[in-house]
């Protein structure tokens, strides 16, 4: 929960901070979110070889590595704004990438350790490492934007190298259960089989549009705000508030999930992230803005803590390193993507398009979210 907390404070900064930057280097305006693509696309392309490296050398080996790659990418961040160089500042943004991997992994490796009964509690407590994140991130940004006068927010990148840091010496003491080592031997399916199950199928879905719609929506917000005439730090105090929307409910999204299940609190944070669209679309103040990433951020948490439960249902000890590696690489690729075009469509079709077409997507999901519900009861009432 602590790695958590002090990993998790990296992606407000490069997300609340990275089109903003964009904007000032990048050569045209559509590529203003390569900067957090990049970071996204990192994150998506490590998942695999990270959880190949985690099976040879251990977690606690790639973690502190992930560590270490998280404070090099900060430095040649801050490098990038210093020299104003848009590709060097790519650079450091896709490197954390990796760092990012890591980080998004810890909650399998609590998952790992408890019984299965315990998952989706497991799961759900490390995340409130986030709300902490929350907290650190965004006031980062705001104490150090203003470092440098000649070079704004490359102080911002500095602290993210500082907090990768400090959580290095955290996950050196990380001790797996010597279980675990155990526990991989056996018989695994072919990756194959288990990716074409419904079940995998439907978990997996549901984690990509409650992630890929959140960081849709987020990506552009600070953007979107600025444009219409609010300030840097009310951008990144919106941002703040979302993420801290995102981590408050991890107290008791587990206790919901063993109260009224997975699909269920599934598709609740799906609908309330299109009740966050749906309020965007009504006006353009502060309070707007503010209140619908609100919204995304605690529809985000139960869409996406549920949808993860649901992944871990899918496979069996021998098979859970490359089903969870799957699982991210998709998740996460979607992502990248997301927030590249959410930057484009800004510029080109505007902040209300971007809420409105999360709606068809959501609708297609609670349909399937309700179809596994019924496969899953009428399984349970079979002779």
Request: aromatic share 8%; net charge positive; hydrophobic share 55%.
């Amino acid at each position: 929960m602590a790695a958590q907390s002090l990993g998790g404070a990296a992606p407000p900064i490069i997300i609340s901070l990275g089109g903003i930057v964009g904007q000032m280097l990048a050569s045209t305006p559509s590529l203003a979110t390569l900067p957090v693509s990049l970071y996204n696309l990192g994150l998506a392309l490590s998942t695999i070889p990270a959880a190949l490296l985690m099976r040879r050398l251990g977690r606690r080996a790639v973690y502190a590595l992930g560590a270490l790659l998280g404070s090099i990418s900060g430095l040649i961040a801050a490098l990038g704004v210093l020299w104003g160089s848009f590709e060097t500042f790519c650079v450091g943004t896709a490197m954390a990438g990796f760092y990012g991997a890591c980080v998004q992994s810890y909650r399998f490796a609590a998952s790992d350790a408890v019984p299965v009964p315990q998952r989706a509690t497991v799961i759900s407590r490390i995340m409130i490492g986030g709300l902490i994140a929350a907290v650190i991130g965004p006031q980062v940004v705001i104490w150090t934007r203003d470092a440098w006068p000649m070079a704004p927010f490359a102080g911002s990148f500095l602290g993210q190298a500082g907090l990768a840091l400090l959580a290095l010496p955290l996950l050196l003491m990380l001790r797996m259960p010597r279980s675990q080592a155990a526990a991989v031997v056996g018989t695994a399916r072919p990756l194959g089989v288990i990716a074409r199950s419904p079940d995998f199928v439907v978990a997996v879905t549901a984690g990509i549009v409650s992630y890929g719609l959140m960081a849709f929506i987020m990506t552009a917000a600070p953007m979107a705000m600025v444009g219409c005439g609010h300030t840097v730090g009310e951008a990144a105090l919106g941002i703040q508030w979302h993420v801290l929307a995102m981590f408050a409910p991890s107290f008791f999204t587990g206790r919901l999930i063993a109260r009224f299940g997975k699909i269920a609190i599934t598709a609740c944070g799906l609908v309330l992230i299109g009740a966050s669209g749906l309020l965007a679309l009504t006006g353009l103040e502060l309070l707007h803005f503010w209140g619908s990433l609100i919204l995304l951020g605690v529809g985000w948490n139960f869409g996406f803590i549920g949808a993860t439960a649901l992944v871990t249902d899918c496979y069996n000890a021998p098979e859970r390193a490359k089903v969870q590696a799957l699982n991210d690489f998709l998740v996460f690729g979607t992502v990248a993507a997301a927030s590249f075009g959410s930057g484009r469509l800004l510029n080109t079709s505007g902040w209300e398009t971007i809420n409105s077409l999360m709606l068809p997507l959501i609708a297609g999901v609670l349909t399937m979210l309700g179809w596994l519900a019924w496969r899953h009861q009428r399984q349970s009432v079979a002779p």
